[in-house]
């Protein structure tokens, strides 16, 4: 079984910056690829950034955000945060166990930016 803990959330006013920290525990696997997601009230879960071969970013958060990944581990570095920002944020890996790969989910991180 493979458990990815999140941690780095908060409150922060527009402008401030976060960093948001992943790590994935267990044994046994590997990974192909790390990203975050989030999911603001009412909307659906949209991707903020992956890190596998390529690093990909959603359009509204480029320049803003950079994603860095060390072997199980990944970061989001959050800067100029805007209130549009708030959101539970989840990490994601697409995880290599057994022969098989699927996708773990992180239980969420809160991050809410006030005006």
């Known amino acids: 079984q493979v458990q990815l803990v999140e941690s780095g959330g908060g409150l922060v006013q527009a402008g401030g910056s976060l960093r948001l920290s992943c790590a994935a525990s267990g044994s046994g696997f590997s990974i192909n690829s790390m990203g975050w997601y989030r999911q603001a009230p009412g909307k659906q879960r949209e991707l903020v950034a992956v890190?596998?071969?390529l690093t990909k970013y959603a359009d509204s958060v480029k320049g803003r955000f950079t994603i860095s990944r060390d072997k199980n581990t990944v970061l989001l570095q959050i800067d100029s945060l805007k209130p549009e920002d708030t959101a539970v944020y989840y990490c994601n890996a697409a995880v290599n166990l057994g022969g098989l790969t699927s996708l773990y989910w992180g239980q969420g991180t809160q991050v809410t930016v006030s005006s």
């Open positions: 890190r596998g071969g």
